[in-house]
């Protein structure tokens, strides 16, 4: 008998909606039915009435206004189950109109025949009976529908939620929620963080006040999770709370700014888990709009490694500026595909060129160069994996030294007016020939910068970005604990010590849009990353934010360091000191510029040794180039 009734309820979950004849044949079943009703009412109580016209023209007739009231305000196109005051308020129209029309026609008839064609108070009667019973119908369907829904998921447990705060986006939330089917949630309360008072209830659940730690008042209203629907939070504020919550193991939950709460599937589904970029102990960057898109609109603009995290980012953000044309520069068919397909929906005017090319072919660049003119050159394309360029250290060179040597090269040679690199935090007093091979493109693209300006030719602007780690890029760690984690462990690191700075990717782009806008040429811009983050830590805080427990649910393994990686990155060299600028977030790196004629004449040496893949002799002389180049952990650490 109980499989018989969940088969029903599993049979009832799949039917979407009533088709809309269905619900019209309903309706009108409804009035004939409040017709009669109302007949064998006044009937029942001795009241005789003899009509113009035969009872059966009558029903007719009150059948017919109806049914075009019904299909006038369309009261049959709606879903039942999600009937509102809205519909409730449509049926009372259309049951009012639907009561002066007849009566109109039954005074005037009356005044024209000296004979009516029914009792006023049986047309009163009826209309009330139908408007109640339309209204029930509704009602009914709606209760039912929550009823298996909470049913079916009874079995797995609704999950019991608090909301924090307590004003109209909060509500909006809360009925989001009791409404979504299937349900998720069940909400027990409200925190409002505005005040200490225990007597309001708003939806029949309680709203209390920040008397205490948000995880007892969670835990006291009998929870287990906390939405967070309060917007005027600082980011200091929300880590507090986030981090207490982890603490003792309740999950947060929060709602994307831009929701539109208007749509309630659209609320209930936004709701998310908070993520680790939750969590960064920094206020995001925030940059001049108007100076970037002074620069960026109707101009061409070249992005290299377009298909990549970063690369696709700015391709994203530039084209928010709508430049002419936005030409998209990569090796990797597929994702350069991918992303061509996407940037079609983003509401820009620009021109997108997709090119398939290699940083590493001369020919090609200068071929694109020639056709397109670009005015700002935005160069991301790179290797950046430290244990594969560990191994292979002439791609690095091909790819990352040449590469960048050539698009610099032909920034010149075309008249480009900006070049902005993206370099990175492992070219200061690299350990590995990733960080190695990045910071002697930077010394190029600066040794050039200076040569030009010796020489009074600053046809291009020569700019380099330098930051930390990117949450959620290709190969960061984020992406390989989420992986690690719905695996179900272990989760590794490859030490216990190891810290790291961390921006995520649009903070990321960001700062080489503003840094492309205020270089002068020649500058490293390096970003103020706030508090670097212990790689454990972040497994733990990452392990919890999946609602499970460190060391119990996930083992975290220590699986020992990587060929040429540090304990610590850094954002500077040992002699290097920085300049502020007009941003508080954005510095400029005063390195020591080399000689362009020393820097040219080493990469043209480093081109002929790993073109014929002399390994050691291609390491030494970037050792050379770099001088504060010490391998770590690396078979290259005999060269030192």
Known sequence: MLNSVEKNISYLKTIQYLPRWIIFSIDICIVIFSALMGHLILKGVGIEFESLLPASLVFLLFIAVHAFFFLYFKTFTGIVRHTTVN??????????LSFIVLYITNVTVGLIYNKRLFLNTQLLLSIAIVFCILVFFRLIVKISFDFFST????KNQLIKAVIYGNDERAIAIANAINTEIPRKYKLQGFINPSTKSFNNRILDVPVIGKTRKIPVLVRGLGASTLIIAEENLSKDEKIEIIEDCLQYNIKVYNLPRLTDLSNQKKVASNIRKIKIE?????????????????????????????AGSIGSEIVWQVAAFNPKKLI??????????????????????AEIICIIADVRNYDSLDKV????????????????????????????????????????????KHKVERFVMVSTDKAVNP??????SKRIAEKYVQSLAKKLKKENTTTTKYITTRFGNVLGSNGSVVPLFTKQIENGGPITITHPDIIRYFMTIPEACQLV????????????????????VKIIDLAKKMIK??????DKDIEIKVVGLRPGEKLYEELLNDSATTLPTHHEKIMIAQDIHEDYEFISEQIEELKKRATAYLVIDTVATMKKIVPEFKSLNSTFEKLD
């Open 513 to 532: 849009l503003e840094a492309g806008s205020m270089g002068n040429g020649g500058e490293i811009y390096i970003f103020d990353m706030g508090k670097p």
């Open 87 to 96: 519909d409730a308020a449509k049926l009372f129209f259309v049951e009012l």
């Open 369 to 412: 160069f020639n056709d397109y003119q670009p005015d700002i050159v935005y160069h991301a394309a790179a290797y950046k994996h430290v244990p594969l360029m560990e191994m292979n250290p002439q791609q690095a060179i091909f790819t990352n030294v040449l590469g960048s040597k050539y698009m610099a090269d032909l920034s010149l």
């Open 151 to 154: 049913y079916s998921s009874g």
């Open 278 to 306: 939750d969590l960064l102990e920094r206020k995001p960057i925030e940059i001049n709009n108007c100076q970037i898109s002074g620069q960026l609109k109707d101009k061409v603009i070249l992005v290299s490694g377009a």
């Open 328 to 349: 998209l520069l990569d090796q990797a068919e597929t994702p350069l595909h991918q992303i061509s397909l996407e940037i079609t929906k983003c509401n820009t005017s």
């Open 431 to 436: 350990s590995n020939v990733m960080g190695a």
């Open 545 to 550: 934010l999946a609602g499970l427990e460190p």
